[in-house]
């Protein structure tokens, strides 16, 4: 669950951004590479959303003790 609550709605702004740089600034570039670009930007951004931001494992042990 922790990966849906950080890493798509940071994947979906980015590619959101993505989309619109590339549509403002690099008008040159054809639109399926402009897609491809945006969807590698939004999944790599997610990607290292989920690293960032996974729990540590000092939360999960057991505190009995």
């Known amino acids: ?3 849906f609550k950080y890493s ?3 994947a979906f702004l980015v ?3 993505a989309w619109i740089m590339l549509g403002n600034s690099y008008e040159e570039v054809p ?4 897609v ?3 969807f590698g930007a939004a ?6 959303a989920f690293v960032l ?3 540590e494992k000092e939360e ?5 003790k």
């Not at 639109?31 to 402009?34: C, E, M, Q, T």
């Not at 999944?43 to 290292?48: C, M, R």
């Open 15 to 17: 590619g959101t951004l």
């Open 43 to 48: 999944v790599f951004s997610g990607l290292i």
């Open 53 to 55: 931001f996974r729990k």
């Open 8 to 10: 798509i709605p940071i």
């Open 1 to 3: 669950m922790q990966f």
């Open 60 to 64: 999960k042990i057991d505190k009995k």
């Open 31 to 34: 639109y399926d590479s402009r």
């Open 36 to 38: 491809y670009i945006t």
